[in-house]
């Protein structure tokens, strides 16, 4: 069972192709994470599935309906959580999430809500004296209270410092074990390699990778870089068999080899080869 | 009771909150005609009319109070709106499983609850400080709630219908502000309207000002004082008609230009 289908999905605005090709699925519970750079797509694609904006090709399918022409009862069963928001400045947090719980028919507890974001301390602040941090997880406390089936989170933790981060990732981790679907955009690599099942990689409208994040872009398989020191000297290998390559440096110096380091590339490395391969940067 | 219903009341208190809180909306759209007035009654204390012994603060309060109707409804939501569509609020609720309906029944109520507020306010003032005397008969007030129903809605509608003309949200008072006091000026608020050019009452007659402040005051001047009008009477049946027109004209319009996205979007 797919909760998002989209197929040759494309969307120009005057001459510029926004999103040129894009096809993928999301199963039911799973988290995909979109990865691009600014301009690449992600947020026209993100849009088109929540009904925003309607495409000019293609097909998209979220939990089984055409989000151009789904009704409320559909809507019911999202939560969206958009970029950087600045509305709702003249009300406090714990009224904002009050209000907002009113529109679901089978909305989560407000204040576990605002307990499961980390706002109780700020509860009575209003939201325009937030910090951005603080701010953001608002947004995501209104984008989750509706109990969302289908979840989007356009870059959620923009402004959050390292511990909220977390915080926040522990969140979305809960909500995952509670069966919801959620499609993530982020700029953070390590923030898709926690949370995420799989990751598309989106350049000029097109999505030029999609896979595990452990398997995108051959990683399990890239050569590894195995560095060592030998007589003074800083020595290095790229090697496809960096087990065979350490057993003989162990059998080599009989035991320890000194500032022996096995390197593979980083989700971030990979991603940045991907976008290299495909002209971006 | 329907979700859109229920929706709706929900935004309505929503709606008051925001209005009274946010300092510029609740000084310049809730308390200026309050201030005016005790600028405009202090300083015109003893200047009469010409008909009896009415005062100009008494022509000026039915002014105030049509301008009430004005400042809470087209004004307001004129300058509101187009920063609701520039801060993410408008995408925000149109991702929401929201009727649309419910979005102007809060605008709606919010509008009707703030002028019942400001009017009790203004009539408070205006008997404890420049001894207006209130009409006693159900006639006036009768009258008093139909102009304001009238009023109330076409300025809601057309407020709406505005909120697409400023590109920013930043500057939409500049805007709006000059458009009512043009017609504050022309319509018999600040000045007594038969003072006014010809051709000046002829314009004010195409907007809703004119017919509001002339109908409050057949409410709040005595009956007599109609002599001075321009047509020698209230004009009470012309004013429903100038309205009716208005409020539906005004609904269609906000009907097919009302957008939930800025420019360009959507």
């Known amino acids: 069972m797919y909760a998002i289908e989209v197929e040759h999905l494309r969307k120009v605005y005057g001459d510029v192709v926004a999103v040129d090709d894009v096809s993928f699925h999301v199963a039911s519970g799973e988290c995909l994470a979109l990865l691009g750079p600014n301009g690449a797509g992600k947020t026209t694609t993100t849009e088109i599935l929540e009904g925003y904006r309607k495409a000019d090709r293609g097909t998209a399918r979220v939990l089984g309906q055409d989000p151009g022409s789904a009704g409320l009862e559909w809507r019911s069963r999202l939560g969206i959580v958009l970029q950087s928001d600045r509305d709702l400045g003249d009300l406090t947090v714990r009224e904002s999430v009050h209000h907002f719980a009113g529109y679901f028919p089978d909305s989560y507890d407000p204040d576990k809500v605002i307990e499961r974001v980390g706002l109780v301390e700020k509860a009575k602040s209003r939201n325009a004296k937030l910090s951005g941090g603080q701010r953001r997880r608002l947004d995501v406390a209104l984008g989750i209270i509706g109990r969302p089936e289908v979840l989007f989170l356009d870059e959620p933790t923009t402004g959050f410092d390292p511990e909220a981060r977390h915080e926040f990732w522990a969140l979305i981790e809960e909500l995952k074990a509670d069966g919801t679907t959620i499609l993530l955009t982020t700029h953070y690599l390590d923030e898709a390699e926690r949370l995420a099942d799989r990751v598309a990689v989106i350049a000029r409208g097109r999505i030029v990778a999609c896979d595990t994040p452990g398997n995108i872009g051959d990683r399990s398989h890239a050569r590894a870089h195995v560095s060592w020191e030998e007589n003074g000297h800083g020595l290095s290998k790229e090697t496809t068999e960096p087990t065979l390559l350490v057993q003989r440096l162990a059998e080599r110096f009989g035991g320890e080899v000194p500032s022996l380091q096995v390197h593979r590339p980083t989700l971030e490395e990979t991603y940045l080869e991907l976008l290299k391969n495909e002209g971006e940067s | ?266």
């Open chain 2, 1 to 266: 009771m329907s979700t859109t219903l229920r929706i709706g009341r929900s935004r309505i208190l929503l709606e008051l909150r925001q209005f009274f809180r946010d300092r510029e909306s609740a000084l310049f759209n809730f308390l200026l005609p309050v201030i005016l007035l005790v600028i405009f009654g202090s300083v015109f204390a003893n200047s009469e009319i010409g008909f009896e012994d009415v005062t100009f603060t008494q022509y000026f309060l039915a002014g105030m109070i049509a301008s009430g109707i004005l400042y809470t409804s087209f004004q307001n939501l004129a300058i509101a709106i187009p920063m609701e569509r520039e801060d993410g609020t408008l995408k925000r609720l149109a991702g929401l499983p929201m009727p649309k309906a419910s979005y102007f029944i809060g605008k709606v109520g919010m509008v009707f609850v703030a002028y019942i507020a400001q009017v009790i306010l203004i009539l408070v003032v205006g008997v404890l400080f420049f001894r207006i005397q209130l009409p006693t008969s159900p006639t006036h007030w009768f009258t008093f709630a139909w102009v304001s129903v009238l009023g109330l809605l076409s300025c809601t509608f057309i407020g709406i219908a505005y909120s697409v003309v400023p590109k920013q949200g930043k500057g939409a008072s500049a805007l709006v502000a000059p458009v009512v006091l043009v017609l504050q000026f022309t319509s018999g608020v600040f000045f007594i309207f038969t003072d006014l050019p010809e051709w000046m009452q002829a314009f004010a007659s195409l907007f809703p000002l004119k017919w509001l402040t002339q109908a409050m005051r057949s409410v709040f001047l005595p009956d007599g004082a109609q002599v001075i009008e321009a047509s020698g009477s209230w004009q009470l049946g012309w004013c429903a008609v100038a309205l009716g027109i208005w409020t539906v004209g005004g609904f269609l319009i906000a009907l097919r230009v009302f957008r939930w996205a800025p420019r360009g979007q959507l």
